[in-house]
């Protein structure tokens, strides 16, 4: 697992962690039952505190990305997130009105936001996370 940490990000770097694990496994670059690093191991790797790696761990376990196996270490979860169908769409819906709101403000038509996310949707289905411009 190859992580990017860019400490001069305003992203803390337990979240940078934690949307980098969670894109490696939608595109399946991390599956189901692959072991990751412990936290020392990985707080070596991408040169972070410990407590910043075991946040980010944490994070991930709490969103039912990974699990822990007490005496085995941190995995990658089997199926679905803990939280309802409901619940699921909910946090969808949140994060795109989030885009929504930054189309508005950054002057984006409405259209364009369509067409941005069909080409971003074609990359996914090809296996990558769409280069932004």
């Known amino acids: ?23 490696l ?13 412990s936290v020392r191991e990985l ?7 410990r407590n910043t790696a075991a946040k980010a761990y944490q994070l991930l376990e709490t ?3 990974l699990e822990t ?10 199926g679905v997130p803990p939280w309802s169908q409901d619940e699921r769409l909910r946090r969808l ?11 508005f403000h950054l002057e ?3 259209d364009e936001v369509l067409k941005i996310t069909e080409r971003l949707v074609r990359d996914f289905e ?4 769409a280069k932004t411009r």
């Open 25 to 37: 496994v939608a595109l399946r670059a991390l599956r189901s039952g692959d072991k990751l690093p």
């Open 108 to 110: 984006i038509p409405f």
């Open 93 to 103: 819906e949140h994060s795109i009105n989030r885009a929504l709101v930054e189309a």
């Open 63 to 65: 969103m039912g990305v």
């Open 126 to 129: 090809r296996g990558g996370v």
């Open 43 to 49: 707080a070596a790797q991408v040169r972070i505190n």
């Open 1 to 23: 697992m190859e992580l990017r940490i860019d400490p001069a990000s305003a992203v803390p770097l337990y979240a940078q962690v934690v949307e980098q694990v969670r894109t």
């Open 69 to 78: 196996r007490a005496g085995q270490g941190t995995f990658v979860a089997d």
